[in-house]
């Protein structure tokens, strides 16, 4: 009788399994690895092969594979870590991107991505951004939501706002601004306590905003190509006694 209802239960168990299958359950990702261990596995470089080993894809490498667009299957690889796609034509980025919630590392440099989904937020375990060399004229408020981030590239787009919400953005060492059309900064990157280093570089600023001197953390600021004038520039020496400042 036991085991004629522990037959039973296994049967039911199954029966369950191919169910959630068949409505296109995604398994549960596997644990966030750190850069030594991602570094080991394997680095899948054609999505076919992707889609094949899906279960096992943690890494994937399409550069230069000249694609007009990231299919939005891209999120049936549920465990993936670390994503290069750079040097396409992509023009955008799918919303769908938003649920590898495991995504640690996405480079997208050198594209046509003109617009970043709201659903980029979502990736909340994100490291490494890379979106520079682009056609961006602006980023989602909810790139704030990326809190462990800890480097960011926007260089080299046509960006002239930075949201405040990039201030939520506490763990964030390295932010790259440069090479865009920015006038004014938000006041909110001054809560920016962990960061390093700072490179706006090539912009239309006049002036940094109140709430620069607490950067504590940083070391280096780049502000060359801009339209400072001489009294700001020793205004933000004297704000940042202890700051690098190009």
Request: aromatic share 6%.
């Amino acid at each position: 009788m036991r085991i004629t209802r522990f037959l039973l239960g296994s049967v039911v168990v199954f029966a369950s399994s191919l169910q959630a299958f068949a409505q296109g359950s995604t398994p549960k990702p596997a644990k966030l690895l750190d850069s030594a261990q991602l570094a080991a596995l394997p680095l899948y470089k054609t999505i076919e092969k992707a889609f094949e080993d899906r279960d096992q894809v943690f890494r994937l490498e399409l550069d230069v594979h000249k694609m007009n667009e990231l299919t939005p299957k891209i999120a049936e690889l549920y465990n993936l870590q670390e994503l290069y796609i750079n040097r396409n034509n992509l023009r955008g980025l799918p919303g769908a991107l938003g649920n590898l919630s495991n995504l640690q590392v996405l480079y997208a440099r050198r594209n046509r991505i003109s617009k970043l989904p709201a659903e980029i937020g979502k990736l909340t375990n994100m490291r490494a951004f890379d979106i520079s060399d682009n056609e961006l004229e602006d980023i989602p408020s909810l790139i704030g939501s990326m809190t462990n981030v800890q480097t960011l590239y926007l260089s080299r787009n046509y960006l002239t706002y930075i949201p405040p919400s990039i201030g939520w953005l506490r763990h964030l060492k390295e932010l790259y601004l440069d090479n865009n059309q920015i006038e004014t900064l938000p006041p909110e990157i001054g809560k920016l306590a962990s960061l390093v280093t700072l490179d706006l570089t090539g912009n239309n600023l006049t002036t940094l905003p109140l709430g620069i001197e607490k950067l504590v953390n940083l070391k280096e600021l780049r502000l060359s190509g801009n339209l400072f004038s001489d009294v700001e520039v020793q205004r933000i020496k004297e704000l940042l006694p202890n700051v690098l400042i190009k």
